[in-house]
T-cell receptor, first 115, second 112 residues
Framework: AQTVTQSQPEMSVQEAETVTLSCTYDTSESDYYLFWYKQPPSRQMILVIR??????QNATENRFSVNFQKAAKSFSLKISDSQLGDAAMYFCAYYSMNRDDKIIFGKGTRLHILP | DSGVTQTPKHLITATGQRVTLRCSPR?????VYWYQQSLDQGLQFLIQ???????AKGNILERFSAQQFPDLHSELNLSSLELGDSALYFC???????????FGPGTRLLVL
């Protein structure tokens, strides 16, 4: 069964610094998608970035970028120039259309931004 | 704003009661997903509907049921409520065959 593991329950970073959140996953599929969702205190789930497994190029969205290592089944999120508004719970998620069409979420990493 | 709406935003009820949560997907999206997030927990997939038909089932209790109507809105029915059912219930939608799911703001259920 597919699993998603986020090994860092909590992290802190100084404002304007760079932080990397880790995520590993386990799958036997070759075609799938990976996501990072952000959940701020409002509890809204916000899509941050997505990566198609067939693409070798790492996805980037403004200050957010990923390091996708398919062979290692690793999908880390890098946040550059951290801002106070980045403080949130971040969930790594896996999706395969071959498997019940559902997203599998990791347990999340709570990110604190220090002013 | 994701375009997915959920009502009500908050719900407080007593054990043993039954409640209905409602979700309207983004315009044009055919798939609706329901997730449960308990306090300080990740999201647990409950059930998915695609164009009115149940497509996938996750960790959904027998006391819970859902349906998707012809206008594509969906309802999640929770019955014989227990204290442990207190959680944030999310609805998400996608266009079906499109892997990205967009989440609604959630319904906070408190069972007393």
């Amino acid at each position: 069964a597919q699993t998603v593991t986020q090994s860092q329950p909590e992290m802190s970073v100084q404002e304007a610094e760079t932080v990397t959140l880790s995520c590993t996953y386990d799958t036997s599929e070759s075609d799938y998608y990976l996501f990072w969702y952000k959940q701020p205190p409002s509890r809204q789930m916000i899509l941050v970035i997505r990566q198609e497994a067939y693409k070798q190029q790492n996805a980037t969205e403004n200050r957010f970028s990923v390091n996708f290592q398919k062979a290692a089944k690793s999908f880390s999120l890098k946040i550059s120039d951290s801002q106070l508004g980045d403080a949130a719970m971040y969930f790594c998620a896996y999706y395969s259309m071959n498997r019940d069409d559902k997203i599998i979420f990791g347990k999340g990493t709570r990110l604190h931004i220090l002013p | 704003d994701s375009g997915v709406t959920q009502t009500p935003k908050h719900l407080i009820t007593a054990t043993g009661q039954r409640v209905t949560l409602r979700c309207s997907p983004r315009s044009g999206d055919l798939s609706v997903y329901w997730y449960q997030q308990s306090l300080d927990q990740g999201l647990q997939f409950l059930i998915q509907y695609y164009n009115g038909e149940e497509r996938a089932k996750g960790n959904i209790l027998e006391r819970f049921s859902a349906q998707q109507f012809p206008d594509l809105h969906s309802e999640l029915n929770l019955s014989s409520l227990e204290l442990g059912d207190s959680a944030l219930y999310f609805c998400a939608s996608s266009s079906g065959g499109q892997e990205t799911q967009y989440f609604g703001p959630g319904t906070r259920l408190l069972v007393l």
